[in-house]
């Protein structure tokens, strides 16, 4: 059996220092932004002008590590052990830490690593000091899921797929986690949203039993009719101020990452990723003039299940489902403070601009295939 995480050190503490030049400011938010504490938790404040890198220092040498695989992939798991194996011949005094759900088929393979004690979840934020994530932008997503108060900073390795997440390729990972280790990082800070579901006497939802927390999504919390064939209709509010009712599929409360998600395939604008907004995008709506709209980061946004709706709608929160929800029943939605700080390639977000232009081939033109030929 694999060692539980209860005996482990806290997390290690760090700084975070901006990025970037400082002089188009006022006053008051360069002094905010010059003073430099010696943190363990990640938060950003609402509203903050400031959208750029941080510099990563540790205090001292990170403690310990939590590496997360793409699940059900065969194609990662080689890789997988072969990282951790080196991280510990490498960094024997860091602690590598793996899910639960998996740890038993690498018993025999990776006995030292360590796992939680089932059903404390917390135990996450408490002692990981930074994250590996090998697979796709689907395991960062995962890995938000796991950490329901402030995150470590995350390096994600792509195995080959094309994603908006992954900066680093598989084969860059030792001279990527040496650098990390050592402190010599930059981290974009990408904004999540904070959600809450209630029933219509405005008590917590409760699904399967169990009562519905607050919930954190990276990319977007979406309302839609799911198998359904009727459109939805839902009351919107903003600030406690009626917006719209919407007649559509759903409705979509996405992050400026979420983005070039769902929301970017209904039809919503590209948002850049240190930019503090909250996006509201109608998925197919009736209304030919229903167009998406960007909401401050203060916003307190609530959907409200109409009692013309003619059937139930389902919640998902970054593609995962989480409930389903009956006329007067509702969901606020807020910008939350616990960001998702990503290790960047490099250090001034040229990231997103490559990403836009050779991942969505962003405003490039058509090429008649018959002038093709006359190139070779």
């Not at 904070?194 to 409760?206: D, L, P, Q």
């Not at 003039?289 to 929160?317: D, G, Q, W």
Request: aromatic share 8%; proline share 6%.
């Amino acid at each position: 059996m694999h060692s539980t995480t209860t005996n482990l050190p806290n997390k290690v503490q760090f700084l975070l220092e901006q990025v970037g030049d400082l002089t188009q400011l006022n006053v008051t938010d360069r002094k905010q932004l010059k003073e430099t504490a010696i943190i363990t938790d990640i938060q950003q404040t609402i509203g903050s002008t400031y959208g750029g890198n941080y510099k990563l220092k540790w205090v001292q040498q990170p403690r310990s590590v939590f590496v997360v695989k793409k699940s059900s992939s065969e194609s990662t798991e080689k890789t997988f052990v072969e990282l951790i194996n080196w991280l510990h011949d490498k960094y024997p005094q860091i602690n590598i830490i793996i899910e639960r759900e998996i740890a038993k088929e690498f018993q025999n393979r990776l006995p030292f690593v360590y796992i939680i004690p089932e059903g404390q979840k917390d135990e996450y934020t408490r002692v990981v000091d930074f994250v590996i994530t090998l697979g796709g932008d689907g395991t960062i997503l995962h890995v938000s899921s796991q950490f329901d108060h402030s995150v470590p900073p995350i390096i994600s390795f792509s195995m080959g797929t094309l994603g908006f997440l992954l900066p680093f390729h598989i084969r860059q990972y030792e001279s990527a986690l040496e650098s990390l280790i050592k402190g010599d990082v930059s981290l974009l800070l990408r904004m999540r949203l904070t959600c809450s579901i209630w029933n219509a006497e405005r008590k917590r939802t409760v699904w399967n039993d169990q009562k519905i927390g607050h919930l954190q999504a990276m990319n977007e919390i979406n309302l839609h009719r799911g198998r359904f064939p009727h459109l939805t209709a839902i009351n919107c509010f903003v600030d406690e101020q009626f917006l719209t009712n919407a007649v559509a599929d759903g409705l979509i409360a996405a992050t400026p990452t979420g983005s070039t998600a769902y929301s970017l395939s209904a039809g919503g604008p590209i948002i850049h990723p240190s930019v503090q907004s909250i996006l509201l995008t109608p998925i197919c709506p009736r209304s030919l003039s229903f167009r998406p709209i960007s909401l401050p980061p203060a916003a307190k946004i609530k959907m409200e299940i109409s009692e013309e709706s003619r059937s139930p709608l389902e919640v998902n929160v970054d593609g995962r489902v989480i409930c389903m929800l009956d006329k007067g029943d509702f969901l606020e939605v807020e910008m939350s403070p616990y960001p998702i700080p990503c290790v960047n390639r490099v250090g001034e977000g040229v990231d997103w601009v490559k990403d836009i232009n050779e991942l969505l081939k962003w405003n490039q033109n058509f090429v008649n295939k018959q002038l093709l030929t006359h190139w070779w």
